[in-house]
Every structure is written in structure tokens, then in C-alpha cells.
């Protein structure tokens, strides 16, 4: 404490106020170059990753969601199919029947 009063009344408040700062700045400089910015890098290296990922998963759904359209609309199409033959197969059981009356 006495250094930095000694300090002040050597050089003034604002020049040893403009060193303490020129201090934060490169310690903030230093922390951002050496800690957050490779963080960073790999972080959007990562993300990177996962949007390609997720871009996978949809496509692979939306090929999932075609075949199971199809396969839906096949099965209405056996469906209608097994019951105009069922109907039909009634009618001609229902004409034997009245042919034989």
C-alpha cells in the first residue's frame, strides 16, 4: 500500500491509474488469447458436429416417414381390394342362391 502511495505522489493519480489499467487490459488480453479462444474453437468444432448430425437424423426421418406413407397407402389399397372381392364374392354366393329358387 505505501509503494502505491509513494506512486501517486511520485507520478500522479491518473498515470499510475492509466499503468493499472494498461495491467487489466493485457491480463484480460492474455486470459481471452490463451483460455477462451481455443475454447472456443473447439466448441464450434463441436457444433459443427452436431448440426451435420442432426441434418443425418433428418433426412434419415424424412426417408423413414416416405416408407411409412407407403406402406399406409398400400394397405388401404389391399383393404379396399379384399373387400370389393368379399362384396363380390357375396354377390355371387347371394345369385346362386336365387338361381336355385
Known amino acids: ?3 502505491i502511495a509513494q506512486l501517486i505522489a511520485e507520478f500522479g493519480f491518473p498515470v499510475v491509474l492509466a499503468l493499472g ?3 487489466f487490459i493485457f491480463f484480460v488480453w492474455k486470459f481471452v488469447t490463451q483460455t477462451l479462444k481455443p475454447a472456443l474453437g473447439k466448441s464450434n468444432t ?3 458436429r452436431l448440426i451435420d448430425q442432426i441434418r443425418m437424423l433428418d433426412n434419415d426421418l424424412i426417408r423413414l416417414q416416405s416408407k411409412v ?3 399406409i397407402t398400400y394397405k388401404e389399397q389391399v383393404e379396399i381390394l379384399e373387400d370389393a372381392e368379399e362384396k363380390k364374392a357375396l354377390e355371387e354366393k347371394n345369385d ?3 338361381k336355385r329358387k
Open 1 to 3: 500500500m505505501e509503494k
Open 21 to 23: 489499467m494498461g495491467y
Open 46 to 48: 463441436e457444433l459443427i
Open 69 to 71: 406413407d407407403t406402406v
Open 96 to 98: 346362386g342362391k336365387k
